[in-house]
Each structure stands twice: as C-alpha cells, then as structure tokens.
C-alpha cells in the first residue's frame, strides 16, 4: 500500500513514514511503523479513526511508549501516538481536566499548584493520563478509579463517548477501554483542595521513594510483572537470587528487582526470552506465576 500518497497533506498532526518505534519507547525495543502520526487535536484523532477504517488501515494507538515493548518487526499500518502532542490540563473548582496525551506526572503537577490534593501518590507513574486510565495504574494503594469523575472517549468508527467513573469497570490494571476497544481522549479527575505545604510534603516523599527505590535512568517499561495474589513480583524474584541476574543487554535491576532493564540493544526476541526465563525460574521455585504487566505489540 503507499502510504504516503494516501496520508500527505491529510489534516492529521505530524505524520512520519517507516518510523523506528524503538524511539518512542521507554525499553528502546521495536521495528519501524508503516504511518506514525503524532495527533495535536480531538478532531484530528476522530477524522484519523475514521480515515484508517474507510480505507481498511490497522490502527494501533500508543501514549509515551511506558508500558509496551515492540516487536522486532515492528507494526503495519498506522500508528497514533497521544503524548505530548495532546496535552491541555485546565482546573474547574475541585475538577482536573486533562487531555489524553498529558504526563501523569505533569496533571499532578498542576493539580497542585492549584492546591488540590489527591493524586500525590500516582504522581511518578511515567505513563500519558490515556494510559493510566486505560490500564487504571495505581501506586502506593491509589488507582486512577479513586479520583476519576468521568472520561471522554473514542471508539474504532470515530464516535465520542462519555462515561462516568462507574461504567469505566475499573479494575486491577483493566478497564472498558480493552474490553470495547476504545480510545481515551480526555479525563475528569475530581480531586479535594488541600494545604499547600501539606500537598509538598506528600509528593516529596513518594518522589524520593521512587528516586531511590526505582531504576528510572534505566531503559524499561516499569514493573515488569503484574502484582501476584498473596504477594509482590519484585519480592519473589528476589527471594530467587535472580537481583542482577543478567543474559546479554536483559537484566533484572539491582536497585528494584520487579524492573527488567534494556541495558543496550537487545531485541524483543532476547528480552521477551528473559521476561518468560524470570517468571519460569519463580515459578519452579516458589509456586507463584508472574503475569506480565508490560503488553507486546507488532507483527510477530
């Protein structure tokens, strides 16, 4: 398919050809995109859903590229990326609205500025607000459905759709979003106003535990592994000797054991070989089976 004569001069944000996808991710793993297209606007995103399903296109959507590792191949058809591009945050009263592509971490930010409180605790999750509202990342006991009001949604025929916190079927790491396929485009976070000196102490507290508790200078996709029942994934690769433990450019990190790091090149084939060595090694050893947070994309 030629891509370029279809997609030049469309009206959709930035738009790149056989893009490498290694350079939009946290891991620094993937092959190239056939269409990467960097949206700026709502109407953008919709008119672009609408573009790739008339003409049969896949789309995939991707955030910062926290959470994902890339297959070697890479991924056919066109790729929306919703990061920074796609990143208004306004303040109503207690309400937080923050477009998609926003940082987590920079919604928080601002959120305090205008004293409110309550996102304090998830202020270090790396990931874009459509990320973290689509898997309902958590840290330190808060999800993003203690504080979420409503989200604006797309779904794959390019219609706008608004739900409240309760028919999101928030979960742990799950939501509507994987089970109707849809995009997020905006959210509401209902927040409390709070004390500006109390609101300070609590986020440089958590950020000091993750500074010193997390590889963040590492090249990886955060916890690694979903949480198991009845215990944690660091914990358990720990109390398997596996700190460290290493195989070429893939290894388990010193500092925090539930992150696996990219310490170079390695390919999706070297680090998705360790992922499944780690859990298959805790799993003989201690009877817990690992499920992997991080979610696999592209062509196999």
Request: net charge negative; charged share 30%; aromatic share 8%.
């Amino acid at each position: 398919m030629d891509y370029k004569s279809l997609y030049e001069g469309k009206d959709f944000g930035i738009i790149r050809f056989n893009e490498k996808l290694k350079n939009y991710t946290n891991f620094g793993i993937g092959g190239c995109a056939d269409v990467l297209v960097e949206v700026e606007e709502e109407y953008q995103l919709v008119d672009l859903i609408k573009f790739n399903k008339e003409n049969n296109i896949k789309t995939t959507i991707i955030g910062n590229g926290t959470n994902i590792l890339v297959t070697d191949k890479g991924i056919r058809g066109c790729v929306i990326i919703i990061s920074k591009n796609y990143n208004r945050i306004s303040v109503d009263g207690n309400l937080l609205k923050v477009s998609a592509g926003a940082l987590l971490s920079e919604a928080s930010k601002f959120s305090f500025k205008n004293f409110l409180t309550g996102m304090e605790e998830v202020s270090g999750i790396p990931g874009t607000v459509g990320g973290a509202v689509a898997m309902n990342a958590g840290a330190y006991g808060v999800e993003m459905k203690d504080i979420i009001k409503t989200v604006k949604l797309i779904s794959r025929d390019g219609q706008i759709i608004e739900l409240s916190n309760q028919d999101m079927d928030f979960s742990y790491r799950h939501s509507k979003v994987f089970d109707d396929d849809l995009i997020v485009s905006e959210a509401i976070f209902e927040l409390k106003e709070g004390n500006q000196e109390e609101i300070n102490e609590k986020y440089n507290d958590f950020t000091n535990r993750r500074v010193t508790k997390q590889p963040l200078e590492k090249k990886s996709a955060g916890s690694t592994f979903k949480r198991p029942v009845g215990s944690y994934a660091s914990k358990l690769i720990d109390e398997c000797g596996l700190r460290g433990y290493k195989k070429g450019d893939c290894q388990v990190s010193e500092k925090h054991c539930g992150f696996l790091i990219n310490n170079g090149d390695a390919t999706y084939n070297e680090m998705i070989d360790f992922i499944e060595e780690v859990a298959s090694i805790v799993f003989e050893k201690t009877g817990f089976k690992l499920e992997r947070e991080v979610k696999v994309i592209g062509e196999k």
